[in-house]
């Protein structure tokens, strides 16, 4: 089997692990470490009323909650009555549900002080909690939250260490499996694994909100590397049924089956989408799992039964993306493509579906959410990897009616400009990445701008201008590795042909 893990992610990881304090927030692409916004809205409803889980042996491991939230009876804060009521109010469900609208919360608010919401786009889940930014911003002052937040360092620090190696591993395996170079495949997109200490235990609860991905984890009985690679695996996968959802569309016949299996998640009934993402992962664990060839077949059928429909049809067909040396995401509509609906119609029929499964410490990620742009940008990214140019060329320009946001603008400018390299259009090439180099989209796409500007002008024949242009490339930080290598090779290519001139 051919595996390509992606050593810049690993460093990246290894680089956040290795600090002596964990992260307050998420500020790179992928990072492992706390959330101070969480801490805050954790500790306030702790206070408030908050008290699952608390009678768990876990909680001793680290003994924080229980030391926080000694520490808040001991003061005197004034909004606390307002507080209380609110959290009263806005208790929902059973408790899972009621701490994840205030993850949710934690996860779209802005920071201390104001914990600000947006003012549009919120999750359905927080617009109710609308009324907790100005009381959080309150209960953080009078209660001095800032200072118990750095007092809290320590815990967190040795929580992070003891789970580092598991998510280190497990994001590496799923890495390599995708092939799926840092930076690429997912520009603009940051994955975040959070860990809280002032939760129930045996939480993991996973967010998707436009390009940011999120895991909060609190300490578990249970190892989780299973729910993290899979949710890795979502990030990864989560555009690809926007860039191909034509042909996912053409497999929807087999859905029917999914709907009669009791066990079933209705997110996954009411989003074929969401379905296809999921059984291919499940595919990816059946390949991945350590084990004989009847493990892995049992994971399978398993996965089957539960109403994973289209998981036995990604397994079979996994062994050929293995041979192969594409990423995942090239690789995608080949493999849904190569799905054989009559041949999988017959072996539904064949499938007992179970009645109810265990009980999951994660719940069912929400389905990925996309304003319009966004989309007409995925879509045409999957149209233009399909070489459908025309169909491609549109989309991007549609991105201009659709936002005036200039980073969106620059991505489509760079997908116009690699449609004018294929067709051929040189000096239209050369226009649209120079407009994406001045938008300046994000590190990855400005360094690529550059370094096309780079090797345009070298097919002009003007090494000095191209030289200028891979340096330029060389000394964007965030940059891919991909990026930086055809620059260094454009860099050396230019002073080559600009001695030849001298």
Known sequence: MTRRPALTLLSLLLT?????????????????????????????????????????????????????????????????????????????????ANLSQYISFALVAGGAPAFALPDTGVPPDVEPLRGFSSLLARFYKEANLGDLWKRSQPAYTAAISEYQDAVINTLFEANGYARNPSGNGTLGRRFQIYIDLLAAPDQVQVRSYRNDYYIVITPTNAPVVDEIRDAYLSYLLDPLTFRYSALIQQKKVLDKYAQEAPALPLEYKDNFSLLVTKSLIKAIDSRLIHGNAEKKSAFVNEAMREGFVLTAAFANLLPLYEKQDEALRIYYPDLINAIDVRKEQKRLKEVEFVQSIPARVVAPPAAMQLNPAEESLETAEGLYEQHDFDNAQKLFRKVFEQTTDKAMQGRAYYGLARIAVQQNKKDEALDLFQRTADADPNPVITAWSHVYLGRLALAAGDPGKANNQFKLALAIPGASEKAHEAAQRGLQSSSSQGDKEQ
Request: aromatic share 8%.
């Open 16 to 96: 956040v692990l290795a600090l002596s304090a964990p992260a307050q927030t998420g500020g790179g692409e992928n990072e492992f470490g706390v959330n101070a916004t969480l801490f805050y809205t954790l500790a306030a409803i702790n206070d408030a009323g908050y008290d699952a889980g608390l009678d768990s042996p876990l909680n001793a491991r680290f003994q924080v909650r229980n030391q926080i939230r000694a520490e808040l009876q001991k003061k005197n804060i004034p909004c606390l009555p307002e507080l209380k009521e609110f959290y009263r109010a806005h208790k929902t469900g059973n408790d899972t």
